[in-house]
């Protein structure tokens, strides 16, 4: 009977799925999946926890409560960089989910910097507040527009670009448009066989299947709640510089009057580009009242340095360079100069030879080229600074020596006289003289002609060189091909791609400086190897350097309209880093 009834009970206990030992075991996944689901809920509660906390240390309310209706009837006073604007609060929370709905949503009001008046100041571009502000009263109250685009003559405007683009923006538009994109698992083969095996066991996959579904709107409701962690935190983070620092002499104000216009800086703002620098005595210790500047230029410099400060980064010329807008150029120049910042240097020089431009036709003409510069830069502003000028620092080899030392690599800029034709030399080295020899060098360099004459505009790149030929204190370059003689020679102080500079010919020997370092380098010889088709052609003649006893039969053309030698009226040099 025992051993019956111990039968019995082994052959019930095979009868239990998955070897379960009682009811209670029955639910042991379900337990699991319930403690799961707690341990996820506490993780969610965490994030939301981790959000209040944040919002509270910038002087929020973490009170996600929707705002009601008398607060937004609220008409805001703000004092925007020094300009005055009001503006009711349900019209900037319009657009719901922007970081502007979260400014003024009420939650950070004891949050922002406010001046004597208890306006509500924003260290923001004018322009491009007041112009949203119209924006939005245009979107709320007339429906006339369904979407605020900026507009295409401020597409190119930095400042007012930037603060458009901050404030209007919807960090969880992406977060959503992921976060909805939910993959559902197909069935396994396991799962597909028990949906087959007839109704005896509807019931249980039943239960499988609203597990499934479960886990899936879960794990749905999980990529939700991150993705508003993630969009709000993008929110707080757009928004802490707009709100106190914490810094009770930072937060200060300080205003000066440009020509009547009112402009406002925090002293952090102020003091960013240092405190005894020329922008922070223009807040700080110089009479605050000016009318030598358009107060437009003023605002602009000062967004600047604004973004900067609040970024925790250098000024750069990047930066200042497209903060311009639709400005004249040279008011925008004089106004950077009057508040300390060095024009030349984030803009480039104002009289320079080298433009923009001319940096990104020579980077299109190397594009396909096996042999091309290692880098050229894509406008000129710094790192790209002149460092020599001969109308300046003097046409002698040793005032060129002198400014360019130690700087690699550099670029070379001659004008010819009377023609205007612009050429540029790339060099990957440096000019260094180390005696009173001359000396050869390993490093190439490549020549460019950027603008030509009305009657033979053609422009392009030229052709390359692996060597530079350089002139000691003492001694020339000797032996070059006097193109412009048969069967003379000449002498150089810098002999480069397609160029000699500081030519002498033979004839011109006598009455020569007796020291190469004193030689000018006013007098060039320019020839190219071969003309590209693209290239109109004019008249000119031709050399092979086998009529000068060189073993070389190529044809050898000169590169100026003015011949094989011509004078510079000017010549400049950039370093490029």
């Known amino acids: 009977m025992a051993a019956a009834a111990a039968a019995s009970g082994a052959a019930e206990k095979r009868k239990r799925p998955n070897g ?31 959000l209040t906390q944040r919002e509270r240390a910038m002087g929020g309310t973490a009170d996600t409560s929707e705002p009601c209706a008398e607060l937004m009837r609220d008409i805001l006073s703000f004092n925007v960089a020094g300009e005055i604007v009001k503006a009711r ?56 527009i369904d979407s605020i685009v900026i507009p295409p003559s401020r597409q190119n405007d930095t400042p ?67 993705a508003d962690r993630d969009a709000q935190m993008e929110r707080l983070e757009a928004i802490r510089p707009l709100l106190k620092t914490g810094n009770v002499e930072d937060d200060a104000l300080v205003s000066i009057e440009v020509s009547g216009a009112v402009v406002t800086v925090t002293k952090g703002v102020a003091t960013s580009l240092g ?84 940096l990104q036709k020579m980077r299109e003409w190397v594009e396909r080229r096996p042999v091309a510069p290692s880098s050229i830069p894509e406008c000129v502003r710094e790192p790209v600074m002149r460092i020599y000028k001969a109308s300046v620092d003097g046409w002698k080899w040793l005032d060129l020596l002198d400014a360019v030392k130690g700087h690699s690599p550099l670029l070379l800029i001659s004008k010819v006289a009377d023609s205007n034709e ?59 091909i006097d193109f412009s003689s048969p069967d003379s020679q000449a002498t150089a102080v810098l002999t480069i791609a397609c160029f000699n500079f500081g030519i002498r010919p033979a004839v011109d020997q006598i009455g020569a400086p007796a020291a190469a370092s004193d030689e000018t380098m006013k007098r060039s010889q320019g020839h190219m190897l071969d003309q590209p088709n693209e290239w109109r052609q004019w008249e000119r003649p031709s050399v092979r350097p086998s009529d000068h006893g060189w073993g070389d039969d190529r044809a050898f053309l000169p590169v100026s309209v003015q011949g094989w030698h011509f004078n510079l009226s000017e010549l400049e040099v950039y370093k490029l880093a």
């Open 89 to 144: 609060r349900s019209t900037l929370c319009a657009v719901k989910g922007t970081v502007m709905a979260l400014l003024f949503s009420g939650r950070f009001d004891n949050a922002f910097i406010r001046d004597n008046d208890k306006r509500i100041f924003l260290q923001s571009f004018p322009d491009a507040f007041t112009w949203l502000v119209g924006q939005l009263i245009t979107y709320v109250g007339e429906q006339t």
């Open 422 to 480: 612009l050429f540029a030399i790339l060099i990957d080295g440096r000019i260094e003289v180390t005696g009173a020899a001359e000396t050869k060098h390993d490093i190439k360099s490549h020549t460019f002609k950027l603008q030509g004459t009305d009657s033979h505009p053609h422009v392009g790149y030229m052709g390359w060189r692996p060597n530079l030929y350089i002139a000691g204190t003492q001694e020339r370059v000797p032996e070059l």
């Open 20 to 50: 379960g030992d009682g009811d209670e075991d029955q639910c042991g996944h379900l337990d699991e999946a319930i403690e799961q689901s707690l341990s996820i809920a506490s993780a969610l509660q965490e994030i939301k926890n981790g």
């Open 275 to 358: 405190e005894d620098s020329t922008f922070a005595n223009r807040f700080l210790k110089y009479d605050r009242s000016s009318h030598e500047v358009d107060p437009a230029y003023v605002r602009r410099i000062v967004d600047v340095v604004a973004r900067a400060h609040m970024k925790a980064a250098a000024v750069k010329a990047g930066d200042v360079q497209r903060a311009v807008g639709e400005m004249a150029i040279k008011g925008y120049r004089h106004a950077l100069t009057m508040y300390g910042l060095d024009s030349d240097r984030y803009l480039g020089p104002a009289n320079a030879l080298l433009t923009t431009e001319h």
């Open 160 to 226: 007012f670009k930037y603060w458009v683009e901050l404030l209007m923006s919807d960090p969880a538009a992406k977060c959503k448009r992921r976060a909805s994109r939910v993959q559902i698992p197909p069935l396994t083969q396991d799962q597909q066989e028990e949906q087959q095996q007839g109704t005896g066991g509807e019931q249980q996959q039943q239960q499988k299947r609203d597990a499934e579904d479960l886990s899936v709107e879960l794990t749905s409701m999980i990529r939700r709640a991150k």
